[in-house]
């Protein structure tokens, strides 16, 4: 199945070149963002006249999302993002599209750009993508296939755009966007180590864990990472003084940008069972007392 994905900035002005990049391109599943047409007006019979079923869910001037599928939809599950019934913003649709023998699930969004900073608009940006994080959550639960592509207005990292400097101050650059990002990314984590660490994992069955330099191999490094917020969990087991000194900026960085850092894989073990277990929403607390109380017997048993 090949999906694709097309912010059109308008599909009125737009539409013959959106048809010549299906022509070309010929996606089974095309997600469109900024629309900026009510669903009355979109143009729904010439993407039909090319096999393609249409859902729509769109905004006059303004926003406005639509989803193309050679495939007929199982079902238009969501139009606009849940957790807020006063959001009137048209950003979201998801549906259920057959494939292998189930469904996949498809959801198209066009996440709020939240410039200028300082305003509502920041703030509606950060409170939206909390929302999307909490529906990510529940598809997670749902424990089904799901792509969810679209137009995210976020720089995740430096290497993203050609001149980190010029968008210091963008809401699409911010550590809180980019913290939140990172949030939604590692629902499920990706792995790094230092390049040796990182051959050692590969050569044991974890293909896909990305290298990083040590800080005296060159930049960028290891603590380039933590600073640029692509870091969310650490794990660095040290033996001996030398070692201990070594990671001395590691710690640092950890301590600086609020990230959880652990020196024994027993201790990082019981950490990420904590987090699997909350992805779970199956957190319970209780007292230390309650875990130190004796198991309760049945009535009329003694021990012996």
């Known amino acids: 199945m090949k999906v694709a994905t097309f912010n059109v900035n308008g599909i009125t002005s737009r539409l013959p070149r959106v048809l010549e990049w299906l022509e070309e391109a010929r996606p089974d599943i095309a997600c469109l963002q900024e629309i900026k047409c ?50 009137a913003h048209a950003r979201y649709i998801e549906v259920c599209v057959p494939y292998a023998g189930g469904v996949v699930r498809v959801g198209n969004l066009y996440l709020p750009n939240g410039n200028p900073i300082g305003t509502d608009k920041f703030a509606y940006k950060l409170a939206w993508m909390k929302r999307f994080e909490a529906r990510t959550r529940e598809l997670l639960a749902l424990e ?3 792509l969810l592509l679209g137009d995210y207005n976020v720089i995740p990292e430096p290497k993203d755009c050609w001149n980190p400097r010029v968008w210091a101050d963008d ?76 990671s001395q900026s590691l710690r640092r960085a950890a301590l600086m940008n609020g990230i959880a850092y652990y020196t024994t894989l027993r201790a990082a073990k019981a950490a990420l069972e904590a987090i699997a277990v909350e992805k779970r929403n199956d957190m319970r607390v209780q007292s230390l007392q309650a875990y130190a109380e004796p198991p309760t017997r049945p009535s009329g048993t003694s021990l012996r």
């Open 171 to 246: 809401a699409l650059f911010l550590p809180p966007t980019r913290q939140a990002y990172r949030r939604l990314v590692n629902l499920g984590f990706t792995l790094c180590a230092t390049h040796g660490t990182a051959a050692y994992l590969s050569a044991h069955g974890l293909p896909d864990v990305r290298g990083l330099n040590k800080v005296l191999e060159g930049r960028p490094h290891c603590v380039d990472a933590m600073d640029n917020h692509e870091i969310d969990f650490v794990i660095n087991t040290t033996e001996g003084a030398q070692e201990i000194h070594d």
């Open 144 to 146: 089904e296939p799901f």
């Open 38 to 87: 009510v669903d009355e007006a979109f143009p729904s019979f010439e993407f039909e006249a090319m096999g393609y079923n249409v859902a729509v869910h769109g905004q006059k001037g303004f926003n406005g999302v639509a989803i193309l599928s050679k495939r007929p939809f199982d079902e238009i599950s969501v139009r606009g993002l849940p957790g807020d019934d006063s959001d």
